[in-house]
């Protein structure tokens, strides 16, 4: 069963970045939407743990423009129909309100 983690929290604010990574599993994907996209600035904590994991990584093209953040290689960038056909394909969404 793969679950699809939505983020939209800035990850400079709380843990739930952190608590996300910990709880995935090998099919699952994380998506950062708004403010989660600075997890994508180089250097930082959020960056280095998302690029140490090997996980499927998703960020709304949109947000990460918004917000002026490079989408690493090993990042993918997608769009809204993406994101709704990503929420199709796995068996849950997890949203970290």
Request: charged letters at 20%; aromatic letters at 8%.
């Amino acid at each position: 069963m793969s679950t699809l983690h939505v983020l939209s929290h800035s990850p400079f604010g709380d843990d739930r970045l952190n608590s996300c990574l910990r709880l995935l599993g090998s099919a699952d994907a994380v998506l950062l939407c708004g403010d989660a996209a600075y997890a994508l600035q180089p250097g930082t904590a959020p960056f280095l743990a998302l690029q140490s994991r090997q996980i499927k990584l998703l960020v709304l093209t949109e947000d990460a423009q918004a917000r002026a953040v490079q989408v690493p290689d090993w990042a993918e960038a997608i769009d809204y129909p993406a994101f709704v056909e990503l929420s199709i394909h796995h068996d849950k969404v997890n949203s970290w309100l």
